[in-house]
């Protein structure tokens, strides 16, 4: 018996993973089979009792409302999950309002029968948050009105017509059953809700541009005689109540929710502005400007042609801009990131790889793709003098792309000797606090005047 009873507890324990889906699914479809038994368990044991009791028209009903538990169940297990839902959802609603109307045998258990559309209610509010606009704000709305309805009337179908049960105290009545009713719905729209920093970001980010929050910094880019060669365009957030926020911080947030394409597009934008007014001011043709692209940024339907109206804009010739792109744009969709590198390459545009020697699929991406410059990553850069692996990556790393006929730059350089050192074994760009912080633009023009009196 403890074998058999151990066996059971191991199946219910097991049934979430034999369910369809995902873990989103699975919970949703484990939620109906939860519902679907329940109903057939009150269903059976109100049909029992009515029989019993010699109301076969009630027990009837509730023999319906047990096949409805039943289809609620099957449902769990079967495909058509979206369509189920509006199907259960209704059905469960009609058929408890059907019963409180007409189940009037038992008046002494009326109210504790209003506890199934207070259970529709907030399960509803709970499971079906992910759904759509409809079953996760609308329906629930309309079975806590439905519970309202009843609890404070007492609503009754007898003798075809409707019956009223208002309490005397009828005010003292409705305070003490919508107070808890509105505390409790309240509680349910807080645990739906994400207060994570995650979530926060997200939101305040979304209108960060319309606040005038994000500005474009520009970051120095030096020869092996340290000359200025040009800037490289980094996003920086002003949070006005947390202060700078850590673009490794935002940036993830803006991929993951898709704000990156906006994002991404208004930094192109506002580079390209900028260049044009210092291009008026210091005549700026031997300096190149990086901008970074997001692969979804890249991927985006709109990318090329929102990026060739901007440059026709401001009148940008394209051989001074450099698009820069981590290795893991190269796990997308490979012949149409192939077309658009190949299309701006065609017009003068020049591509780097960014954070090279860390990412995805490194050398094949330089034999397969129009690449014109890679960065090595800081993370190899600030190891070199403690680890040999790393200095060997970098040493070939530049040994290879000399030999490829690529410009190598180094980013992360911390001081003198790291430049020395770089320099020596042949690299001929570089970017770090060592030479500039990423400047806002009035100390970047600092920079740019500098750079023309020398």
Same mark, same amino acid.
């Given at each position: 018996?403890?074998?058999?009873?151990?066996?059971? $507890?191991?199946?219910?324990?097991?049934?979430?993973?034999?369910?369809?889906?995902?873990?989103?699914?699975?919970?949703?479809?484990?939620? #109906?089979?939860?519902?679907?038994?329940?109903?057939?368990?009150?269903?059976?044991?109100?049909?029992?009792?009515?029989?019993?009791?010699?109301?076969?028209?009630?027990?009837?009903?509730?023999?319906?409302?047990?096949?409805?538990?039943?289809?609620?169940?099957?449902?769990?297990?079967?495909?058509?999950?979206?369509?189920?839902?509006?199907?259960?959802?209704?059905?469960? #609603?009609?058929? !408890?309002?059907?019963? #409180?109307?007409?189940?009037?045998?038992?008046?002494?258990?009326? %109210?504790?029968e209003y506890n199934y559309l207070l259970a529709l209610t907030v399960g509803s509010a709970l499971v079906l948050?992910?759904?759509?606009?409809?079953? &996760?704000?609308?329906?629930?709305? $309309?079975?806590?009105?439905?519970?309202?309805?009843?609890?404070?009337?007492?609503?009754?179908?007898?003798?075809?017509? *409707?019956?009223?049960?208002?309490?005397?105290?009828?005010?003292?009545?409705?305070?003490?059953?919508?107070?808890?009713?509105?505390?409790?719905?309240?509680?349910?729209?807080?645990?739906?809700?994400?207060?994570?920093?995650?979530?926060?970001?997200?939101?305040?980010?979304?209108?960060?541009?319309?606040?005038?929050?994000?500005?474009?910094?520009?970051?120095?880019?030096?020869?092996?005689?340290?000359?200025?060669?040009? *800037?490289?365009?980094?996003? @920086?957030?002003?949070?006005?109540?947390?202060?700078?926020?850590?673009?490794?911080?935002?940036?993830?947030?803006?991929?993951?929710?898709?704000? !990156?394409?906006?994002?991404?597009?208004?930094?192109?934008?506002?580079?390209?502005?900028?260049?044009?007014?210092?291009? @008026?001011?210091?005549?700026?043709?031997?300096?190149?400007?990086?901008?970074?692209?997001?692969?979804?940024?890249?991927? %985006? /339907?709109?990318?090329?042609?929102?990026?060739?109206?901007?440059?026709?804009?401001?009148?940008?010739?394209?051989? @001074?801009?450099?698009?820069?792109?981590?290795?893991?744009?190269?796990?997308?969709?490979?012949?149409k990131i192939g077309d658009v590198i190949a299309h701006f390459s065609g017009l003068g545009i020049k591509w780097?790889?960014?954070?090279?020697?860390?990412?995805? &699929?490194?050398?094949?991406?330089? &034999?397969?793709?129009?690449?014109?410059? $890679?960065?090595?990553?800081?993370?190899?850069?600030?190891?070199?003098?403690?680890?040999?692996?790393?200095? !060997?990556?970098? %040493?070939?790393?530049?040994?290879?792309?000399?030999?490829?006929?690529?410009?190598?730059?180094?980013?992360?350089?911390?001081?003198?000797?790291? *430049?020395?050192?770089?320099?020596?074994?042949?690299?001929?760009?570089?970017?770090?606090? %060592?030479?500039? /912080?990423?400047?806002?633009?009035?100390?970047?023009?600092?920079?740019?005047?500098? &750079?023309?009196?020398?």
């Amino acid at each position: 018996m403890s074998s058999y009873f151990r066996s059971g $507890i191991s199946m219910v324990h097991n049934l979430p993973f034999i369910l369809k889906g995902d873990s989103l699914e699975k919970k949703l479809r484990l939620t #109906l089979l939860i519902a679907g038994t329940s109903s057939i368990f009150a269903g059976v044991f109100m049909a029992w009792f009515n029989f019993s009791s010699g109301h076969n028209a009630i027990a009837c009903l509730y023999c319906a409302s047990t096949l409805l538990g039943c289809y609620i169940s099957c449902s769990a297990f079967y495909n058509g999950l979206q369509r189920n839902l509006y199907i259960i959802v209704h059905s469960l #609603l009609a058929s !408890i309002i059907m019963l #409180l109307l007409v189940d009037n045998y038992h008046v002494a258990a009326k %109210h504790s029968e209003y506890n199934y559309l207070l259970a529709l209610t907030v399960g509803s509010a709970l499971v079906l948050r992910q759904q759509s606009n409809y079953l &996760s704000k609308v329906f629930p709305l $309309i079975c806590f009105f439905s519970y309202l309805v009843f609890v404070v009337t007492g609503l009754t179908w007898q003798q075809g017509a *409707f019956h009223l049960n208002i309490p005397q105290d009828a005010g003292f009545y409705i305070v003490n059953c919508s107070v808890p009713i509105v505390a409790l719905l309240l509680t349910v729209y807080t645990s739906r809700g994400d207060y994570s920093e995650t979530d926060l970001i997200k939101r305040e980010l979304s209108n960060a541009i319309e606040k005038n929050e994000l500005e474009v910094y520009y970051q120095p880019q030096v020869d092996a005689e340290k000359k200025l060669i040009g *800037f490289e365009a980094l996003l @920086r957030w002003k949070h006005p109540v947390k202060g700078f926020i850590s673009p490794e911080v935002f940036i993830p947030v803006a991929e993951k929710s898709g704000l !990156i394409i906006d994002i991404g597009k208004w930094v192109m934008e506002r580079t390209l502005q900028q260049m044009s007014e210092w291009d @008026r001011m210091y005549n700026l043709s031997r300096l190149k400007f990086s901008v970074n692209i997001s692969p979804l940024q890249l991927m %985006h /339907r709109d990318f090329t042609q929102d990026t060739l109206k901007i440059l026709a804009n401001y009148k940008i010739s394209p051989e @001074r801009l450099k698009f820069e792109i981590t290795e893991t744009t190269f796990i997308y969709d490979q012949q149409k990131i192939g077309d658009v590198i190949a299309h701006f390459s065609g017009l003068g545009i020049k591509w780097a790889i960014d954070d090279f020697g860390v990412g995805y &699929s490194s050398l094949k991406s330089l &034999s397969d793709f129009a690449i014109d410059d $890679i960065k090595i990553d800081k993370s190899l850069i600030m190891h070199i003098f403690e680890n040999e692996s790393a200095a !060997i990556v970098v %040493h070939k790393t530049i040994e290879l792309s000399r030999e490829m006929g690529l410009n190598v730059l180094a980013e992360g350089i911390e001081s003198e000797e790291y *430049f020395d050192y770089l320099r020596h074994k042949g690299c001929h760009l570089f970017q770090g606090y %060592h030479f500039a /912080r990423p400047l806002p633009a009035a100390d970047a023009a600092l920079w740019i005047r500098k &750079s023309k009196n020398a």
